[in-house]
């Protein structure tokens, strides 16, 4: 079995619950759903239709206040962002445009503006989405590639740290959620790309798309 995140070989099964099998990778300690379980594109929409995600809901603000405080504190002012996976109620987005940035929407289901996928950034931000990645590694290598150098991606989701507890664990229990990524994960990530790597806040990851040097005796591009 592959590692969805890394791509590593080096897994083994993690846990068997109710008929679902999850996957452990010893490379970058990600744990992950059998892919042949997940849902169908059809079954995975529909149960984000059931997700009450408002713009205007100021508890789901304050929730996303998590991401949004440790990045607002590293852009500088009027940048140009992306909220991937934005979900029907981009309430991110609108938080970090009353700051003063620029950002565009994009998410498979409900803002499917591929066009966004083509600009490159000074930051993304990654809310309650990586855990539904089919594909991360792929995900994570598209955000390396329309990332400005010196960009920021802040990804917020529900570390998975007590295997003991996986069982039961509520995030586990969302049928859409596939893959549960670790500290360790996301050091494996920042070092795999070149990111600086820090945690501000419980379940919130920043990393910084940390800017080429130039070759001594390089002349730059300007006169």
Not at 7 to 13: E, F
Not at 176 to 184: G, I, N
Not at 186 to 196: E, G, K, P, T
Not at 199 to 205: G, K, L, S
């Amino acid at each position: 079995m592959i590692c969805p995140v890394c791509l590593g070989s080096s897994t083994a099964k993690f846990a068997h619950i109710d008929e679902k099998i999850y996957w452990r990778c010893e490379d970058c300690q990600a744990r992950f759903l059998d892919p042949v379980q997940r849902l169908s594109p059809g079954d995975e929409h529909a149960h984000y239709l059931h997700h009450e995600n408002n713009v205007d809901d100021t508890s789901y603000q304050k929730f996303l206040q998590k991401a949004a405080t440790p990045l607002l504190e590293k852009l500088a002012p009027h940048c140009h962002g992306l909220d991937y996976g934005c979900g029907p109620g981009p309430a991110l987005a609108h938080m970090l445009t009353q700051s003063g940035h620029k950002v565009r929407l994009y998410d498979p289901y409900f803002y499917n503006n591929i066009e966004a996928l083509g600009d490159r950034y000074d930051f993304i931000t990654c809310t309650e989405t990586a855990e539904h990645f089919f594909h991360p590694a792929n995900e994570f290598e598209r955000f390396n590639k329309i990332l400005k150098p010196g960009g920021w991606l802040v990804v917020m989701t529900c570390f998975q740290s007590d295997d003991a507890k996986f069982t039961n664990w509520y995030y586990r229990q969302d049928p859409t959620h596939v893959v549960f990524y670790r500290h360790e994960t996301f050091q494996w990530l920042a070092n795999h790309h070149n990111w600086s790597c820090e945690f501000p806040v419980t379940n919130v990851v920043l990393m910084q798309k940390i800017p080429a040097r130039m070759p001594p005796n390089c002349p730059s591009d300007e006169t």
